[in-house]
């Protein structure tokens, strides 16, 4: 309307110029700031408005965003004062040894500054889930971990149900975020398991407390359950645990264990069958037959060790999961190998197991060897060394006796 454009005193400038005066416009629009360069018409001044209303915009925001920053980063910064501030004096009031005190306070600041883990109680907002879907939720974290342990992976499979509610009562992961962090220490009442989810420790075992003559440290990778005795006995620590790295663990709770176990009545069965055979293990364990248990290790518990010393109808429940999950495989089903290998779970001549690791079954054949010497100079004698089980076809027990004995 006015018939002139704002761009026309610059038709014959230099390229360089263009761009920078074009650069300075574009900042003033976001800045609110001041340039020569003026609308020379109705429509170049409308648009002109409409940038100065989004440079508005932009630049209360961008001031707004960096406030907010800075103050919650100074109000951090005057909470660990404050916070160190208060150790100071406390230890100052407590008369503590200096050195110590240097250690204390070295700590602390250390650790201030280590990105923590989000514990599941922080987040507010699971707290309006559903109790069912928090549930399944739970379920989906834990389950992979559980079912690393042979029984509570047969657990997932019996009854999907029980392994919801131990998830349930399962506190939230336990994280140790530096070095030389304690997991639990000798001497200790142990009321729970362990399993280190990623990161590394190490096992101290010291004289003082252990039946070792010299100090012994064993190195515990991901993936390892710690003091799983504490499930099964009243047990005491033996060492000292102490991560390396930082760490992820899942805690196992004992008597929340039982009391899931205790709601079904075939995983109750198993269980408790577990736990008998897992505690005669530790009575047992010991020189000469093997090492001294400890809270890494108790002689004899694998799983085929345990589940092969339990009674007749508990490794046929077992064995008949295991060729449940065998029958799934394409190459299994319908095969004459699976009835045969069914036949010989029901009969008690084998037991089978689902190696988890190699997903593939195990099958186990109980075997007894006895060896009967006469000194050449004695008579013959006869005696009785085995009997049949009844009730169950093809099996024996070993039973000695000599004539007359009863």
Same mark, same amino acid.
């Given at each position: 309307d006015t018939g002139r454009q704002w761009i026309w005193p610059y038709e014959n400038a230099h390229f360089s110029y263009l761009y920078t005066t074009s650069f300075h416009w574009s900042m003033a629009q976001m800045t609110l700031g001041a340039v020569e360069l003026m609308p020379s018409n109705s429509a170049e001044r409308l648009f002109n408005i409409v940038m100065l209303l989004l440079g508005l915009l932009f630049s209360s925001t961008l001031v707004s965003s960096l406030s907010a920053t800075l103050i919650g980063y100074q109000m951090q910064k005057r909470e660990l004062r404050d916070n160190m501030r208060l150790l100071r004096q406390y230890l100052r009031e407590r008369g503590v040894d200096s050195q110590l005190a240097l250690q204390v306070k070295k700590q602390v600041g250390n650790r201030a500054y280590i990105t923590q883990r989000i514990p599941e109680e922080k987040v507010l907002a699971l707290t309006l889930l559903a109790p069912s879907l928090r549930a399944d939720l739970r379920l989906d974290i834990?389950?992979?971990?559980?079912?690393?342990?042979?029984?509570l992976r047969l657990w997932s499979n019996v009854s999907l149900a029980t392994v919801r509610?131990?998830?349930?009562?399962?506190? #939230?992961?336990?994280?140790? =975020?530096?070095?030389? #962090?304690?997991?639990?220490? !000798?001497?200790?009442?142990?009321?729970?398991?362990?399993?280190?989810?990623?990161?590394?420790?190490?096992?101290?075992?010291?004289?003082?407390?252990?039946?070792?003559?010299?100090?012994?440290?064993t190195e515990v990778w991901e993936g390892?359950?710690?003091?799983?005795?504490?499930?099964?006995?009243?047990? $005491? =620590?033996?060492?000292? !645990?102490?991560?390396?790295?930082?760490?992820?663990?899942?805690?196992?709770?004992? #008597?929340?264990l039982m009391q899931t176990a205790a709601k079904n009545r075939d995983i109750a069965q198993i269980t408790l069958q577990y736990c008998l055979v897992y505690h005669q293990c530790v009575q047992k364990a010991g020189p000469p037959r093997s090492s001294w248990p400890n809270d890494l290790n108790v002689a004899e518990t694998d799983w085929p060790d345990i589940v092969t010393a339990m009674e007749s109808n508990m490794r046929i429940?077992?064995?008949?999961?295991?060729?449940?999950?065998?029958?799934?495989?394409?190459?299994?089903?319908?095969?004459?190998e699976l009835e045969q290998l069914r036949k010989e779970i029901l009969d008690?001549?084998?037991?089978?197991?689902?190696?988890?690791?190699?997903?593939?079954?195990?099958?186990?054949?109980?075997?007894?060897?006895?060896? $009967?010497?006469?000194?050449q100079d004695? #008579?013959?004698?006869?005696?009785?060394?085995?009997?049949?089980?009844?009730g169950t076809p093809h099996s024996t027990s070993a039973a000695v006796e000599l004539p007359g004995s009863l």
């Open positions: 834990f389950k992979v971990h559980l079912r690393s342990h042979p029984l509610d131990l998830t349930g009562n399962l506190s #939230d992961f336990r994280f140790m =975020h530096t070095a030389r #962090d304690e997991l639990f220490a !000798a001497g200790a009442e142990a009321t729970a398991a362990y399993y280190l989810i990623e990161g590394k420790m190490k096992y101290r075992e010291e004289p003082d407390t252990s039946v070792l003559r010299v100090r012994r440290e390892s359950w710690l003091c799983e005795a504490a499930l099964w006995t009243d047990w $005491i =620590h033996v060492g000292t !645990a102490v991560a390396v790295s930082p760490c992820s663990i899942m805690v196992v709770d004992a #008597d929340k429940t077992i064995g008949l999961d295991a060729l449940s999950q065998l029958s799934a495989l394409p190459s299994w089903k319908g095969t004459n008690g001549t084998s037991v089978v197991l689902w190696n988890a690791a190699d997903k593939r079954p195990e099958r186990f054949v109980c075997v007894t060897a006895l060896r $009967i010497e006469r000194d004695e #008579d013959v004698f006869l005696t009785q060394i085995a009997k049949r089980d009844e």
